[in-house]
């Protein structure tokens, strides 16, 4: 038997939107607003957990063709590359560095190589907590 | 500045990219022809440094890596350092020509070959190099990783793992035991740079821990270095395929044990234990290697015992060299400090021909498909130019002229003479062993060199017992090999270059006491006249060949010595035994009961808390400065306490999951009321995700109910449990009474400054503290991979059912 779940595949689609672009927010605000690199990887993993409870593994899996373990893996690779990268501009490890430019269309705007370190811790927080989710559920 | 340091990062740097040239050149061009330039260029640069080296300087360079735990990447090259450095390079150069010729591009993996060898090579580079003993400690034990991957290249074999395990074992062992001794050094010096240790001598001579951290560090070496008895790994290290054998297990790796041995002369030297635990042990292994190798039927193994016994002849030189820093600076030192001259000059030997040799060996196998020597012979009409580069490298190994080995077997048999000439610790009662020991060794190293040659070249070729129709190998392979037979007659004709552009400078290095003179006054030469050690030679050669006549009659004693007193039965028991034992305790405690596992987790929390509890006296509670609680807050405390209630007592497992979630929730709740919105937001993400976690569990989990066990066991379950929630309780409540470290928040005040960041939460996340945000990805991210293996690991086995 076939459950309905009308309501929930209609609410998800909805939601999925709002708590990924909520995301994306709380990621870029981390560098002066509460957010950042964890808490907006945090939450753009539970919205794909939403995905995955609401739809299943396989309908995800189609749509969104990732291998949340390579994710991880790139996230720790460029949180230790920008860290790396301060070396050879003679800094100690994880040096990091940040400025102000004027950007065409957002005006003057800081920019800052944390940005870049955040990105790593992001994507290896997404990348781990859905592979978790995932062999879990497959499992049994 | 200098770019020392970006020399050792060349070889890591390489290997990276390793992968993806064999994904797009693998087939037609051999990945070893990109690979060959790494050693190349960094061989290059380092030649840039020998006018300099040669006048007694040292070049240092410092790049800041963890600069508030006194780590730093710094660099220091000197005499010792510089001919490492060019041995590691140039020898490494050579062997990846070799293994192009070698390693057929077809059938096997070269992009793992490749990787661990630019490892192998970056590590040791970065050992020699390093100043920082931490530093110096970390590669260490990475060429000891690379060479366990390299000796378990074929891991099909059930050879290669074992003698991969072996060498594991044993090296990662010794390196253990040498940081124990370094850190030894640094608390008593109280610095880790290699330099200012060596500059505090005195502190540690009179230290009482002077003889522990002695012997820790040469635990260290001497696993390394394969002295006995610690040797047992190499022979069974020759598993490894023979480009790399002629790399790590002749040329280089196992010097790294001779190289902290020199490196430390200066500290330890001088005193009576390290002469005598130094230059002994070298004796021995020097003996033992000897007469083991005449044994071997194996081409590889008998070069493998060969290393061996030429590891502890070098050994043994410092040893005796040491006892230069006893006298101080004078005549009698500068005879002792020849030794070490020695020692750096049949260092060198050493590489050239027995690199050459393990690269013949190669060749023979590779051509014939066979390296027993019982099934080889007559091979000098097909293998002309292999024959000649086996008769140049054994007759240097042997220590006849015209090759490099005659000069440093002289100077050898020089340095054991003096320890009777002029006795220092105790030496006038047994002294004369020395220079005996020294002799009979020579007398086996000269016959097996002569098996070498002879039995594999000379005699009736069969070709009925080889795998292959036996030829001359390509010329691509037998170019490296001819290199370093050329340098081996080089280096006899012209010693005193060598000597004066890499030995004299590395004596300075291992002898301080010698650098405002330069040096010792040496004139290196073929003939003295007719002196003692010419009658020794003389000696070696006329008994050596009777011995190597008659050697099928006496051979047989070598079959009358029991198995059971060998060093690998002793190995392998003690192996056995541990196993045995480790599995037997292991049983006891895991019982397969996650009930039992948290048992002893909780078991051990309340032993270890309550303990420091108590022994601080840090229970204390005070609630005078406490804000007043109001009734929002009151209301929020009573929700809790009855979703906490509620996990305890629910009858469903779905029931008591939304109450460890509402229990989740309701601390955010305080984050808020507090106002650390990071906190409360991370929280509430975090509760959502571990909420959704459960309810994915909950399938797999059976239906909770009454379980009937025995009544004791649940009173432990009891205590245990109590005895956790008053012991967080009361953790809890005295934590707002107690400054034990000062605040550190002034330290993020101006975090707008420093970082740019309003948000001083993440200001702290990403810059202040990355280096522990990314360890955090890291075991994050290890941690989500170790649940993935898990899982998928159980699925599999459950399929095979």
């Known amino acids: 038997m076939k459950p309905n779940d009308v309501i929930l595949h209609s609410v998800t689609k909805v939601a999925v939107v709002i708590i990924l672009t909520f995301s994306i927010y709380l990621f870029y605000g981390g560098h002066h607003n509460p957010g950042g690199g964890f808490i907006g990887g945090l939450s753009v993993a539970s919205g794909l957990v939403l995905l995955y409870l609401a739809f299943d593994i396989e309908t995800v899996r189609n749509n969104i063709p990732v291998d949340f373990k390579i994710v991880a893996a790139v996230g720790v690779l460029i949180a230790v590359l920008t860290g790396v990268s301060s070396l050879f501009i003679g800094k100690p490890f994880l040096n990091q560095a940040f400025g102000y430019f004027d950007l065409p269309i957002f005006g003057k705007t800081e920019l800052a190589t944390a940005v870049l370190f955040d990105v790593g811790v992001a994507l290896a927080v997404i990348g781990t907590a859905v592979t978790i989710i995932l062999s879990i559920s497959e499992d049994g | ?801």
């Not at chain 2, 070889?11 to 990276?16: D, E, H, R």
């Not at chain 2, 959502?688 to 239906?703: D, I, M, Q, R």
Request: charged share 10%; hydrophobic share 55%; glycine share 8%.
């Open chain 2, 1 to 801: 500045m200098s770019w020392l340091y970006l020399m050792i990062f060349i070889p890591f740097i390489f290997a990276i990219f390793v992968p993806f040239i064999y994904k797009l050149f693998g087939t037609r061009i051999h990945t070893g022809w990109f690979v060959f330039f790494a050693p190349l260029a960094v061989f290059l640069y380092l030649l840039k440094y020998i006018p300099m080296i040669s006048k007694g300087e040292s070049v240092h360079s410092k790049l800041a890596w963890m600069p508030s735990l006194g780590i730093n990447f710094t660099t220091n090259i000197d005499g010792l350092a510089l001919i490492f450095g060019l041995l590691i390079t140039g020898v490494g150069a050579l062997v990846v020509l070799y293994s192009i010729y070698y390693m057929s591009k077809e059938r096997e993996a070269l992009h793992n070959f490749y990787v661990y060898m630019l490892l192998f090579m970056g590590a040791m580079l970065g050992l020699v190099l390093s100043d920082n003993i931490l530093v110096l400690y970390v590669f260490w034990e990475l060429t000891s990783i690379s060479s366990f991957l390299l000796i378990a290249y074929w891991y099909q074999r059930k050879g290669s793992r074992n003698g991969a395990q072996k060498s594991m074992l044993i090296t990662i062992f010794g390196g253990l035991a040498m940081l124990a001794g370094l850190i030894m050094l640094s608390m008593m010096t109280d610095t880790y740079s290699i330099r200012e240790i060596l500059s505090k001598v005195d502190l540690i001579t009179s230290h009482s821990l002077f003889i522990p951290a002695m012997i820790l560090i040469l635990l260290g070496a001497f696993t390394k270095s394969a002295q006995f008895p610690f040797s047992i790994w190499l022979p069974d290290a020759m598993e490894a395929p023979t480009p790399i054998s002629a790399y790590l297990h002749s040329a280089t790796m196992v010097k790294a044990g001779i190289y902290l041995v020199a490196r430390f002369t200066s500290v330890f030297g001088g005193s009576a234990e390290w002469f005598w635990i130094v230059s002994s042990i070298g004796l021995i292994t020097l003996i033992y290697g000897s007469i083991n190798a005449v044994n071997q039927k194996d081409l590889k193994g008998l070069l493998a015992y060969s290393t061996i016994s030429q590891l502890g002849l070098i050994m043994s030189l410092l040893g005796v060299g040491s006892a230069s820093i006893y006298f101080g600076y004078g005549d009698e030192s500068s005879v002792y400090a020849f030794a070490v001259l020695a020692a750096m000059f049949h260092l060198i030997n050493h590489s050239t021909f027995k690199g050459s040799l393990f690269m013949v060996v190669g060749i023979i196998d590779h051509e014939t498909g066979t390296r027993d020597i019982r099934r080889l012979g007559g091979l000098i009409s097909l293998m002309p130019i292999s024959f000649t580069i086996t008769v140049i490298g054994s007759f240097s190994m042997a220590g006849l002229p015209p090759f490099n080995g005659f000069l440093s077997k002289e100077m050898f048999f020089t340095s054991m003479i003096t320890v009777i000439e002029s006795p220092v610790f105790g030496m006038e009662s047994i002294g004369l062993l020395f220079p005996i020991i020294a002799w009979v060794a020579s007398i086996f190293t000269f016959i097996y060199c002569m098996i070498l040659v002879f039995k594999t070249f000379l005699g009736k070729h069969r070709p009925e017992k080889l795998d292959k129709v036996a030829h001359e190998a390509p010329i691509g392979m037998l170019i490296p090999p001819m290199i370093l037979a050329f340098l081996v007659i080089v280096i006899f004709f012209f010693p005193n270059v060598v000597s004066e552009y890499f030995l004299q400078p590395a004596l300075i290095a291992v002898l301080p006491g010698f650098a405002a003179a330069g040096g010792i006054d040496v004139e290196i030469s073929a003939w003295h006249g007719w002196n003692t050690e010419l009658f020794m030679t003389i000696g070696v050669i006329v008994l050596g060949a009777f011995m190597y006549y008659y050697l099928r009659k006496w051979s047989r004693i070598y079959s009358y010595y029991p198995q059971v007193l060998t060093l690998n039965n002793f190995y392998n028991q003690l192996l056995a035994g541990m196993e045995k034992l480790s599995s037997k305790l292991t049983k006891q405690y895991m019982t397969g009961f996650v009930r039992d596992y948290l048992v002893y987790i909780f078991t051990f929390m309340i032993a270890l808390l309550g303990c420091s509890l108590w022994l601080s006296k840090g229970f204390s509670f005070n609630a005078t400065n406490d804000a007043p609680i109001n009734l929002f807050e009151g209301g929020a405390i009573v929700a809790m306490l009855i979703a906490a209630l509620t996990v305890v007592f629910s009858k469903s497992r779905i029931t008591a999951i939304i109450a460890v979630g509402a229990l989740g929730y309701l601390v955010s709740l305080f984050f808020v009321i507090f106002r650390a919105p990071d906190l409360a937001l991370t929280q509430l993400v975090v509760e959502t995700v571990t909420a959704a976690l459960f309810l994915l569990c909950f399938y797999h989990l059976p239906e909770l109910r009454k379980e009937k066990s025995k009544v004791p066991f649940k009173v432990v379950n009891l205590l245990i449990s109590l005895g956790v929630g008053v012991i967080v309780t009361l953790i809890a409540l005295s934590v707002n009474n107690h400054r034990l470290f000062e605040s550190i928040s002034y330290f993020y005040e101006d975090s707008y400054t420093l970082a740019g960041a309003k948000n001083i939460v993440n200001a702290i996340l990403v810059d202040f503290r990355g280096l522990d945000t990314m360890l955090e990805i890291l075991v994050l991210s290890i941690a989500g991979l170790g649940v993935y293996t898990l899982i998928k690991l159980q699925l599999a086995g459950r399929e095979k059912k």
